[in-house]
């Protein structure tokens, strides 16, 4: 327990942890003030504004004042998570911006925070420092996504304007002065989709347009969107659209 001293730009209200049972759930509830959940095992589920994040350790979920939250357990991984609540005067709006974010390097600042009685009397300006600590590392991480969602726009941008090309997987890579592996986790984790599967996704969906909408032939079609072997085309438009390409271009006739 904390007591609220009233400090300015940053006010501790309330710390706490729990070991959830199976499906344990929280809300429909909204709290005056800044609230975090770090999960240290486990798994779960945080709703917000019509949207399921799942999450597991590692995981932070935050709601700022006059937000509507809602949280679950798993049903066999129950998470363990430790929440802090706060006040706040900063201009902290960008951490929250996107209700949750992985950060596991913020693991032991959380663990410190739970262990309040060797601090007496100086509890609170103990908690008061390390969310000045917490907010600071989680601003930073959140520069490191924003740059990470740059580097994945920048890959888009270049797949869209040349997917009629050679394009690899290597040389976006080298373009964006990444390691292969890592930029294809990133861009994975950024839209779901590795850079590959984006590129023939795009390249089939231009191809059908240019058929639908143009009257391209597959063979044309196939070759203005980068498809040398019309077999391979074939079979990956067919994949895509349940249709191999003719029938497809005869569809619209």
Known sequence: MII????????PLIIGQEDCAANHSYGPAVREYYLMHFVRSGRGCFHFDDQEYHLAAGDIFMTAPG????????AVDPWSY??????????IGDIFS????????CSEIFSELTDLLRYGEAVELYVNGKLFELLANLRSTKMTHRAESRYCLLAKNYMEARYDSDIT???MAEMLGLERSYFSRLFKTQTGLSPQQYLV????????????LHRYTPARAAACCGYGDIVNFSK????QYGLAPRFYYNKYK
Not at 67 to 74: F, H, N, P, R, W
Not at 201 to 212: D, P, S, V
């Open 82 to 91: 430790v929440w802090i609540g706060f006040e706040s005067e900063l201009d």
């Open 236 to 239: 990956m438009f067919k994949k």
């Open 4 to 11: 609220n001293r009233g400090f300015r730009d940053i006010n």
């Open 201 to 212: 996704r795009l390249r089939l969906e231009r191809a059908a347009e240019l058929m639908r």
């Open 98 to 105: 996107h209700h949750c974010i992985h950060a596991p390097q």
């Open 67 to 74: 937000e509507t939250m809602y949280y679950k357990a798993d």
């Open 169 to 171: 997987v290597a040389s």
